[in-house]
Structures are given as structure tokens and as C-alpha cells.
């Protein structure tokens, strides 16, 4: 009867009749196609065009037929394989998925399923890579990337994220071995990487992880693209725990732009703070630099929409943070937060909340640089081998890593207390063209020189004052001893240069046309001034002098702060720094104006010209230090840039990390022992800047102005 059934009635008319009597929809929704497709499926079964939700069913048959496969008594690789890569395809899409909506563990586990071999739909992998990176699936990440092999050429963007992923993988991978290796013993601390858009960042710690995970610490990161994901429960929420891109927390919904914590904005009144602390200073200084100029504005759509991207990312951080202090409390043992470039938001924001917060759990920021190669190379040397590492919330005087500060000096002087006879050596490294000096500048030397010896005849005292890079301060809450800021300070110098018929001779920083410290159009000292000088104030060019060669002849040197402040002493002319920072980064004892009234004493040639012989010799043996081991470690395990000018692509030196692995390196271990270093219950020294007193009205942060989502 079935049979006749079937030959009389057409098909259509009896899966209608089927759907009536079972209570199904009646339209089975839209047909099956059949996709194109390299790969050879079990039975060449159909497949079904993907909608956003599909019941059960409505799944496409080449789902729901899998099970015919079970029904071949000869089995081929061909068929197991069209099966495996079907899973793989859905595997892919699934984790990706659970990825998006928050549930990054389980995605993690669902990626590591998917055979390497996997034959996965090109367009799924093109569509996904990125999620496949964060999953720990670089190998299916990279091939995502081939997949647009004609744009990666026609753009440079897509090669430099191209080369990123290559290096991060790299760095992945030999990250892996350790935390599988030392996933079961009990660490002694915890190194978290905030290294969120930092791959310089990444790249330094794999070889110092690879020695702290030997020394009995775990290592882990904040982004899930770093090294695989601790499997460690006290971890739980902060490893991985930021998407590389830095949109949201990977335990919360892609789409997630919320601010966790409650923030006070009011630029005009430098406040960006949250619970009670200031954070401006570290937005103020990237603002700055993205708009070339000495304090930046939320003026235009470029600079709000960074402003945002930082505060968003500042907020994630600050969630990290507080799950720190769980991680502190709950195991008793030592944290350690490691960033570079602690100058700028975000990682600015978990620098300053661990001089404020943090260190009363025992949770430190640890600084990484490049070390003070580029001075003692002039610049000759583009690709950086050095790395200087300090604590800095146990050592809150250190502005920044490559300068160590007071307590780094006294060891190296306690290690080699002839350094201060050395002043032949250290003049050496004094007196080099750091200028570009050349014979095109003699005209304008004559001329000056002769403006000296004219003033001096006349009995007027000569000085010179030596500017800054308006966009390379890195220094937080900068100011002045005795002036708010650089600009009023540098005016100031006019204003009583005129007043007291000195000569003074204004040399501008010769990196400010250096393309490896900034780019075109940049704020320039000479903008800050006025545009007539008085006669008497003589601004020089920038290749005019060295300022080693204007010592000789003038009768003492202003500057906000520099390396000149430790030069001068040595070369034996007075040095006056306003910036509150200078003796801290240069803790060589010399005079500090303290008040308009010692300012007014220099010029009028009332104040003592005697440099003490004890700040001599501390500038003797600072600039010897800076070279030091204390402060310079020898580091060269990949490629990256000295400056900021590009160099290619980050790349491993595989042999040398391979051979790290197994011989060890002094060096390396040396940068590690910085990190632990103040856990014994050494007192932080007392802060110089207070944070800024937040006053003024409060008001949400400014609205953002035509925003743009980016994957990185």
C-alpha cells in the first residue's frame, strides 16, 4: 500500500500531510543548496545554507545524516576525514561563538579539539582568526590570515598585524612549554603581564618567564593571545582576562562597552579619577604626543576617541586590579604587575594604583625599558639589546626604569668607589657631536661667540638654558620647583634675562628634529616663546653648539631636566634643573632653586658659583653608572627598535632562546631577580608628587565622537 502511496502521491504532498499529523511547521523553511566544496563530504551529502538559529529540526542534513556513515562496513580515510573536518568546521564556529558571548574557558577547550590538520572552510577562518588567536589556535589564525594573501601584499596594515600574530605564536609557543612543565607546583608569587596592545612587552617575558617559572613563580597574562590560560583556580578571572583588543573582559559579551567603575572627568581642571585617585596625568601625556604639542586638548574627534579608547581600557584595568587584590589576600603570596611605557594610560592607571593601592597587599608595578643605549650610541644604534628593569612602587623615585634612581647609585658606588676619579673617561662620553655640528654652522657660532665676549667685557653675566622634546617628557605630575610648567619656566627665563641684562643663550634640543624621536609638525620650544626676544636672549639652531662646548663659556646653565644636569656639574659649570623630577633622576646632590628669589640671585650673579666637589663626584660616577650593569642588563633575543623609528617586524632569535632554555644566562636571571627584589619588607621611599588635588565641578566624560570598533 506504502508503495503505491508513494508512486500516486507527490512528495511534497506527503511531507505536508507528514508535518500536519505530527504537529510541525508547515514550511520546512528555506531548501537545501549544495555549497561548493574542495573537500569531499561522507556520501556527498548535502549541506544546508547556515542560518543564525536553527532547530533541531531543521538541521542541515549534513549534520543530521552523519549517522549513514555508521552503516559503512568499509570505512576509507576519505569518508573519516570529511566527517572529521565537518566537526572541525562546526567546532570552529561553535567556539568562536562561546568566545564572543563570554565564555572563554570553554571556548578554549573546545578549540583545542579541532585536529591540526583540520580542513576548516577557508571563510570560517578568515572570519574568526582573531577569535582563534585569543583560543590559543595560532596555527588556525595564520592560516586565516593566508586566506587574504592579495590585501596582506596591497597593505601595510595587514603585514604588520600579519608579522604581530607570527610573533606572538612564536612567543606562545615557547611559553607553552613552561606553563605545562610547572602547572602543578606550588608558586612562590605571581608575574601577571599587562601587556594589552604591547608586544614588546610579551616578547621581553618570554625569556624573563622562562627564568621566573624556573625560580618557582607563575607567570601568566592579562590577554589570552600571550600564553595559554592558567589552569590555576586563584587565576580564574585574570588570566586571559582581557580580550587582546582590549574591547571587553572575555568573561562578558563581545559587544560589552560598558565602564565597570565610576569615573570623574574634567580636563580643565586635569582630573580623570576614580575611587578617590587621579589619573590625568597619564592621559594628559598620550593625548600630547598624539597631537604634537606640550599639553593636548580634547579638541577634536581624533583626541576624544583616543581619550575613550584609554579610559575604556584604564577601566578594564582597574577590574584587574581589584581582582588582584583577591588573588593577594586569598593565597598570601607576592603579585607583581609587569608593563612598559607606565608613562601613558592604561598601564600609567595600574602603575599609579599600586603606589596607591597595591602595595598594601604586596602588589608592585615592575617597569621594563630599553636602557640608556641610545645616549651612549648617539643614536647610532636602531635596534635595542638592552633591558632595564626596576620595581616601581618600591622604588616610587624612579620615573622611569633606564634612570634607577638614588638607591641603584649607592649600590653601584658601594660596588666600585673609584668611579669618582674617572672624569677623563666620562668626559669622553660627554663630548660627542650629539648636535650634528659641521661647518655649515660656523657663521652662527662666530656670532655668538662673539656675543659672549662682548657681554663679558662689559661685566654681564652669560648663561645658557638648554630645552626639552615637547612630547617626550614621561614624567608623571611633572612640575616645576619654583613654575607650574616648562612653558611658564622657559618665559620666566626671558622675562628675567631682560630685566637683568644678562646674556642668555637658548639652545633647543636637537631631537627635536631627530625623525627617530618625533615626526614633522611637532610643537617646538621656539613656539613657546615669544616671537620678538629680547637682545639680550640669544635662541641658537638646533646644530649651532653641543652643549658640552657652551660650559666653557658661560657662567652657569637652566634646564627643566636632562642628562645635562649631571654633565655640567662634571665639566664644572653649575646646573639649576626645575623639574621636581630631576633630582630624583639625577640623585647627584647638586643646588636646587627652591624660590623666584634664588632665581633672581643667579642672574645678578649674587649666588654662589662653587659646585660642591661631593656633587662632582656623584656626577662622575652617575654618568658611568648609567652604563653599568646596575642599570644597562645585556639583552638580545629579538628584534625591536631602540628608538621609534621602524626597524621590521618583531622577530625570535630561536637559537638563542632555545639555547636560554637549556644553558641558562646570567643576564636574564638578573632581570628576573629585579622583580622579587623589595618583597622582604623594604619600605617604599616616600613619593615626591602628591597626586593632583582633584577640585573643580565633576562631570561625566566627554561625549565620544564618532567611534570606530577595530580588531587587533
Not at 579539539?113 to 582563534?132: K, Q
Not at 638646533?542 to 634646564?559: I, Y
Not at 639649576?576 to 627652591?594: N, Q, T
Request: with cysteine; glycine share 6%.
Amino acid at each position: 500500500m506504502r508503495t503505491i502511496i508513494r508512486k500516486i502521491v507527490p512528495y511534497s504532498v506527503r511531507q505536508a500531510l507528514w508535518r500536519l499529523r505530527n504537529n510541525k511547521q508547515l514550511f520546512a523553511g528555506e531548501p537545501v543548496v549544495r555549497l561548493k566544496s574542495t573537500r569531499s563530504a561522507p556520501d556527498n551529502l548535502p549541506v544546508k545554507a547556515p542560518k543564525p538559529v536553527t532547530p533541531v529540526a531543521n538541521r542541515p542534513r549534513a549534520f543530521s545524516n552523519l549517522i549513514r556513515t555508521m552503516s559503512i562496513k568499509q570505512l576509507d580515510d576519505a569518508t573519516v576525514k570529511g566527517v572529521s573536518d565537518l566537526a572541525s568546521d562546526a567546532l570552529v564556529i561553535w567556539a568562536s561563538l562561546e568566545y564572543r558571548r563570554g565564555n572563554l574557558r570553554l571556548a578554549t577547550d573546545l578549540a583545542a579539539m579541532i585536529p591540526p590538520n583540520a580542513d576548516v572552510d577557508p571563510s570560517h577562518l578568515r572570519a574568526c582568526w582573531d577569535i582563534l588567536r585569543d583560543i590559543g589556535r595560532f596555527d588556525l589564525a595564520i592560516r586565516g590570515f593566508e586566506t587574504r594573501a592579495s590585501d596582506i601584499a596591497q597593505s601595510p596594515s595587514l603585514r604588520s598585524r600579519r608579522a604581530l600574530t607570527l610573533f606572538a605564536a612564536k612567543g606562545y609557543e615557547f611559553l607553552s612549554r613552561y606553563v605545562d612543565r610547572h602547572s602543578q607546583s606550588t608558586p612562590k608569587g605571581y608575574v601577571v603581564l599587562f601587556d594589552l596592545n604591547h608586544r614588546i612587552t610579551s616578547g621581553l617575558m618570554v625569556p624573563i618567564g622562562m627564568e621566573l617559572f624556573r625560580q618557582g613563580y607563575d607567570v601568566s597574562s592579562v590577554i589570552p593571545s600571550t600564553m595559554p590560560i592558567s589552569r590555576r583556580p586563584e587565576l580564574h578571572g585574570i588570566s586571559g582576562a582581557i580580550r587582546t583588543n582590549g574591547s571587553s573582559l572575555s568573561d562578558e559579551p563581545w559587544t560589552s562597552d560598558r565602564l565597570h567603575n565610576h569615573w570623574v572627568v574634567d580636563w580643565d581642571h586635569e582630573m580623570v579619577s576614580c575611587d578617590g585617585v587621579n589619573y590625568y596625568t597619564f592621559f594628559s601625556e598620550r593625548i600630547s604626543k598624539l597631537q604634537g604639542v606640550y599639553r593636548g586638548k580634547l579638541d577634536t574627534a581624533k583626541a576624544v576617541n583616543l581619550f575613550h579608547s584609554m579610559l575604556h581600557r584604564s577601566d578594564l584595568a582597574l577590574v584587574i586590579c581589584k581582582r588582584l587584590v583577591t588573588l593577594a589576600e586569598t593565597t598570601g603570596k607576592p603579585v607583581r604587575v609587569v608593563a612598559m611605557d607606565t608613562h601613558f594610560a592604561p598601564q600609567g592607571v595600574v602603575r599609579r594604583w599600586c603606589e596607591q593601592i597595591g602595595k598594601r597587599y604586596n602588589i608592585h608595578m615592575v617597569g621594563l625599558s630599553v636602557a640608556y643605549e641610545n645616549y651612549f650610541s648617539n643614536l647610532s644604534t636602531l635596534e635595542a639589546r638592552t633591558v632595564a628593569v626596576e620595581d616601581m612602587t618600591a622604588r616610587p623615585d624612579v620615573r622611569h626604569p633606564l634612570l634607577a634612581g638614588r638607591y641603584r647609585l649607592d649600590q653601584y658606588l658601594a660596588s666600585d668607589p673609584e668611579a669618582v676619579t674617572r672624569r677623563d673617561l666620562v668626559l669622553g662620553m660627554i663630548n660627542m657631536n650629539r648636535s650634528g655640528t659641521s661647518d655649515s654652522d660656523e657663521s652662527e657660532r662666530q656670532r655668538v661667540l662673539q656675543a659672549i665676549s662682548a657681554a663679558k667685557e662689559d661685566g654681564r653675566k652669560v648663561f645658557c638654558a638648554f630645552g626639552k622634546v615637547l612630547i617626550d617628557f614621561a614624567a608623571p605630575d611633572d612640575r616645576g620647583n619654583v613654575f607650574k610648567d616648562f612653558p611658564t619656566w622657559a618665559r620666566a627665563l626671558v622675562d628675567m634675562a631682560a630685566k637683568s641684562n644678562s646674556l642668555l643663550i637658548i639652545k633647543p634640543h636637537p631631537h627635536e628634529l631627530r625623525s627617530e624621536i618625533v615626526q614633522d609638525g611637532c610643537q617646538k620650544l621656539r613656539d613657546l616663546l615669544p616671537e620678538v626676544l629680547p637682545d639680550n636672549v640669544i635662541f641658537l639652531g638646533h646644530s649651532s653648539f653641543n652643549s658640552s662646548e657652551l660650559a666653557d663659556h658661560v657662567d652657569g646653565c637652566f634646564l627643566w631636566n636632562g642628562t645635562a644636569y649631571a654633565e655640567y656639574q662634571v665639566l664644572g659649570c653649575p646646573a639649576f634643573a626645575e623639574s621636581i623630577w630631576a633630582e630624583k633622576d639625577y640623585p647627584i646632590d647638586a643646588p636646587v632653586l627652591r624660590t623666584l628669589d634664588d632665581y633672581t640671585r643667579v642672574f645678578r650673579g649674587v649666588s654662589p658659583r662653587e659646585i660642591p666637589v661631593h656633587t662632582v663626584e656623584r656626577a662622575i660616577a652617575y654618568m658611568q653608572f648609567m652604563k653599568s650593569g646596575f642599570v644597562t642588563i645585556p639583552f638580545h633575543y629579538f628584534r625591536r627598535p631602540a628608538t621609534n623609528k621602524p626597524i621590521g617586524p618583531n622577530i625570535f632569535y630561536e637559537d638563542q632562546i632555545l639555547d636560554l632554555d637549556q644553558n641558562g644566562d646570567p643576564h636574564v636571571t638578573k632581570a628576573a631577580s629585579r622583580f622579587f627584589e623589595f618583597d622582604k619588607g623594604a619600605e617604599p621611599v616616600a613619593y615626591l608628587p602628591a597626586p593632583l588635588k582633584m577640585e573643580g565641578p565633576k562631570h561625566e566624560p566627554p561625549k565620544r565622537r564618532r567611534t570606530r570598533k577595530t580588531r587587533q
